[in-house]
């Protein structure tokens, strides 16, 4: 395999024998390396083969910002669900996972606490998965020394059900259209000349499909921000008449409306976006 691209020391991207494009992880697979350069399959430790859509370029992106060590955390932990539990995750949830374990590793070097609104109905919902992912709090801790709060249990689940919807095909068409329609109110709301990330555009796909399958289940989020939902109002305007626009057509769609907290975080998916896409609207 040779390599195309050169993404850090720890991480290059390759084509396969078979013509596929992979993410080659491992420490110093990058170093001083350039494209066309023989990689060394002993320095390989993952390999995420990523098929040519947009949502696989969008978990490249994903997976080539995430700090090594959170990958290699992720990678052993894959390992030990194929190994005790038979559960195979696919490169994209492999990757969402990485990316949500980064995120809550630095919540908790922080010291900011992110609360699980449905943390009980997770649990009652996904018993078998729910108690997997108390292992995973625990491996967690094994290796890497740091101890998760029970509330990220109820996040790893929803990636251990494999992060996204599941449901009938009449359930996946409609989430699949309510998904192209609000996407179009964001292409329509971002300015013509704006350059969406991938990596943040993914994410907000990801997050989008949960509000569409609480709306399925009625179990919206609820309560708990009312002084961040009051603060963001004042503070991201554009990013809140986005939102307001994208709860009038889930309402249209579905006949539901949509919670103030389900609204809440609506708002702040947006504004990354439009940070991302113009770092000089940030306020």
Not at 165 to 182: D, F, H, I, K, P
Not at 234 to 240: G, I, N, Q, V
Not at 256 to 276: G, N
Request: aromatic share 6%.
């Amino acid at each position: 395999m040779r390599i195309s691209r050169v993404f850090n020391n720890n991480s290059v991207g390759a084509i396969l024998p078979d013509g596929r494009e992979a993410v080659l992880v491992g420490t110093g697979v990058g170093f001083d390396k350039r494209r066309g350069d023989e990689v060394d399959p002993a320095q390989v430790e993952k390999r995420f083969v990523l098929e040519s859509t947009p949502e696989s370029q969008g978990m490249r992106s994903i997976l080539v910002a995430l700090p090594y060590p959170v990958v290699e955390l992720t990678a052993r932990i894959t390992t030990r669900l194929a190994e005790r539990h038979n559960i195979q995750l696919s490169p994209a949830v492999e990757i969402g996972l990485a990316d949500h374990l980064a995120a809550a590793l630095d919540r908790l070097s922080s010291e900011t606490s992110l609360y699980n609104n449905l943390l009980f109905e997770t649990k009652a919902t996904y018993r078998q998965e729910f108690q997997i992912a108390l292992e995973v709090l625990d491996w967690v801790e094994e290796l890497s020394g740091n101890r998760l709060p029970l509330d990220e249990a109820g996040f790893i689940t929803l990636h251990l059900v494999n992060a996204g919807l599941t449901g009938n095909m009449m359930e996946t068409q409609r989430t699949a259209s309510a998904v192209q329609g609000v996407m179009e109110i964001v292409r329509a709301w971002m300015p013509p000349t704006a350059a969406l990330d991938a990596g943040h555009v993914e994410r907000f796909l990801t997050h989008l499909k949960f509000v569409v399958r609480r709306i399925f289940e009625d179990t919206q989020l609820v309560g708990g921000h009312e002084n961040l939902f009051t603060m963001l109002r004042r503070t991201e305007p554009d990013a809140f008449e986005c939102a307001e626009s994208i709860a009038v057509f889930l309402h249209d769609a579905f006949g539901a409306e949509l919670t103030r907290e389900e609204i809440l975080y609506l708002v702040i998916h947006l504004a990354r976006l439009q940070h991302a896409a113009d770092p000089n609207s940030a306020n």
